[in-house]
């Protein structure tokens, strides 16, 4: 079983998407709607930084829950969700639909997160919660998200890939979403 320190350390960094995979309960792939949020090809990156003192993360909590900062930005490729002509601040000879295709395909959030180590016998090494959000979405201030992890990669390749799963708890889908690491 790592302890949170070493899956502070591992966690810290940027990660990029690499594949996203949404599963019902009995495993079966749920079929991704062609105007899904961010596409078919959406991309995405999650900063955690790593230059807080460990000992802040561990300072008034209980060991197993390490507190850090992180961000997120999760965005579309398609160029139909991307509109070219849009500076942001330059906003003469724009329309508000383009701006509004933007904003609909785009995700933005920063916020503090704890982590629990979780034992070894389960399928994930921890879980992390982000919040309270502060987000582009109005609707996800104060929001908390919830999701487990796993470090994952064999040999040279461990530590440079993450697993996320985000799960559903109305319908039992689990969103399973693979980072890699940048750098």
């Not at 990660?15 to 995979?21: K, L, S």
């Not at 849009?86 to 904003?103: P, Q, R, S, V």
């Not at 996800?140 to 799960?167: H, M, Q, S």
Request: proline residues 9%; contains cysteine; charged residues 15%.
């Amino acid at each position: 079983m790592k302890t949170p320190e070493q899956l502070v350390a591992l966690l810290s960094g940027a990660w990029t998407i690499y594949n996203q995979t949404s599963v019902y309960p009995n495993g079966t792939a749920v079929p991704r709607a062609p105007d899904a949020a961010q596409g078919p090809n959406g991309t995405g990156v999650i900063l955690c930084p790593s230059s807080f003192p460990l000992h802040l993360f561990l300072t008034n909590r209980p060991k197993d829950h390490p507190t850090m900062q992180m961000s997120a930005i999760l965005t579309p490729t398609l160029p139909a969700y991307r509109p070219h002509n849009l500076t942001y601040g330059k906003f003469d000879n724009t329309t508000d639909a383009d701006w509004a295709i933007l904003g609909k395909h785009n995700l933005a959030y920063a916020a503090p997160f704890t982590l629990t180590v979780l034992p070894e016998e389960d399928n994930d090494d921890g879980v992390v919660v982000h919040g309270p959000l502060l987000s582009n979405v109005p609707s996800y201030d104060g929001a908390f998200f919830k999701r487990n992890f796993t470090i994952i990669g064999e040999g040279e390749e461990y530590g440079k890939w993450l697993r996320l799963v985000i799960r559903n708890e109305t319908s039992g889908v689990r969103n399973l979403v693979v980072w890699r690491k940048r750098g």
